[in-house]
């Protein structure tokens, strides 16, 4: 069976269609996040509790994405996707009408689960349909795709809570997502290398089992813990970094710093395809680098200098995670949405923990403590990288 190869009509069909998923969970998934300081003041939460808007969904996320590739196995790729993009975008529109930040955080729990129907099962198809010579850029495609959603809907969500209201901004964003939603279910090619599983809960954990007792896997995840972790982490606090002095920005103004996140749509594809021609290792310690370089910048007290290192540090994230992402894919040859889902997991999980950790932290030593738990990630991440390649040269 043929595989889909560049340069052709259902090449290009199906990366505008993964473009358009990927941007509708992350635009879903992270439009909290620039709300985070009008939660901490219309329902006088601490930063640390009015995080949980975000962190709560990608703990419960997480935690699905295990058992959604598993169901992908019985009932299929791309069904599961497309009707993970049209409950996640109907539950969107549902968090706009919320009385209270409980029923709030109730509702981010419940796209948490939906959401999970599309981020590893998206990764798999892509292993399983794409040619080995357009996997990377593929890949990269779709990465682009979800910097692309977490950029707009941050921007959007924030510039029209400004000017209208955060219940306008969700719904807004609701229904661009269903939109969006439907074109991915119509572009999308069928599965073609995809075979039907019955789904054994009693074998569930299996796979799971076999890919955590695998080194270099687990360095991988580790990877995807720790940059994500600090990533997020920089981006939920900065905000409170903005609007208080000697900053005081507005709501719409602190928004378009998440307009950096075209350096990340730019860097995923960039960085994938010289993963592929230079080698993961050394892309990958690239990109790092540049993760550090930016976050660092950020203790620079001028603004125009904060931006530059928030910039930075979000180009060589995005680099980041499209190669490791990827190269889960190569180490695992059996389960693959398995491995996907685990990768997954720890980056989520990453979001999830270190990102409400940030926030005791943001609370006792501000944005030193911030800059210094996040360096901390990247030197941990640099470790199992270094784990990661002796491992591999002693496969050889």
């Known amino acids: 069976m043929d595989y889909i190869e560049a340069r052709t009509k259902k090449y290009w069909m199906a990366n505008s269609a993964l473009f358009a998923g990927g941007l509708v969970t992350f635009a879903i ?10 939660f901490s003041r219309k329902f006088r939460a601490s ?21 959604a590739a598993v169901v992908s196995d019985r009932f299929g790729r791309k069904n599961m996707m497309s009707c993970s993009l049209v409950l996640s975008s109907v539950a969107a529109i549902a968090t706009a009408f919320c009385p209270n930040f409980f029923s709030l955080l109730v509702l981010r729990a419940l796209q948490g689960l939906v959401l999970a129907g599309l981020p590893s099962i998206a990764m798999t198809y892509v292993s399983e349909e794409f040619h080995a010579r357009s996997l990377g850029t593929a890949m990269g ?54 075979e039907k599983k019955s789904v054994s809960f009693s074998k569930i954990f299996r796979p799971f089992i076999s890919h ?25 606090y900065i905000g409170f970094l903005l609007t208080a002095a000697p900053f005081n920005l507005t709501q719409a103004e602190v928004s378009w710093i998440f307009a950096v996140y075209v350096c990340g749509t730019f860097s995923s ?15 990958l310690t690239v990109s790092m680098s540049i993760m550090m370089i930016g976050v660092l910048c950020t203790l620079v007290p001028l603004l125009p200098i904060k931006v530059l290192g928030v910039a930075l540090f979000t180009f060589g994230f995005f680099g980041s995670h499209s190669i490791a992402s990827g190269w889960v894919g190569s180490v695992a040859l059996r389960d693959r949405a398995q491995a996907a889902s685990l990768y997954l997991f720890f980056y989520y999980a990453g979001s999830s923990i270190l990102g409400t950790f940030g926030g005791v932290v943001w609370h006792y030593i501000h944005w030193t403590g911030i800059v210094s738990m996040i360096v901390l990630c990247i030197l941990l991440a640099f470790g199992l990288e270094t784990l990661l390649l002796s491992s591999e040269n002693r496969s050889r």
């Open 29 to 38: 998934l992270y439009s909290t996040q620039p709300l985070l300081p009008i």
């Open 47 to 67: 930063p640390e509790y009015s995080s949980l808007a975000l962190s709560l969904t990608t703990g419960v996320l997480s935690f699905s994405l295990l058992i």
């Open 141 to 194: 495609l779709y990465v682009s795709g979800t910097t692309v959603g977490g950029m707009f809907g941050r921007i959007v969500v924030g510039m029209v809570s400004d000017f209208f209201s955060w219940r306008v901004a969700l719904v807004s964003l609701g229904l661009i997502s269903l939109l969006c939603s439907l074109w991915f279910w119509a572009g999308l090619p069928e599965s073609m290398h995809f």
């Open 212 to 236: 955590l007792k695998r080194i270099r896997l687990v360095c991988l995840f580790g990877i995807g813990f720790l940059l994500m972790g600090g990533f997020v982490t920089l981006f939920n």
């Open 269 to 283: 594809t960039w960085m994938g395809k010289l993963a592929d021609t230079k080698g993961k290792g050394f892309i």
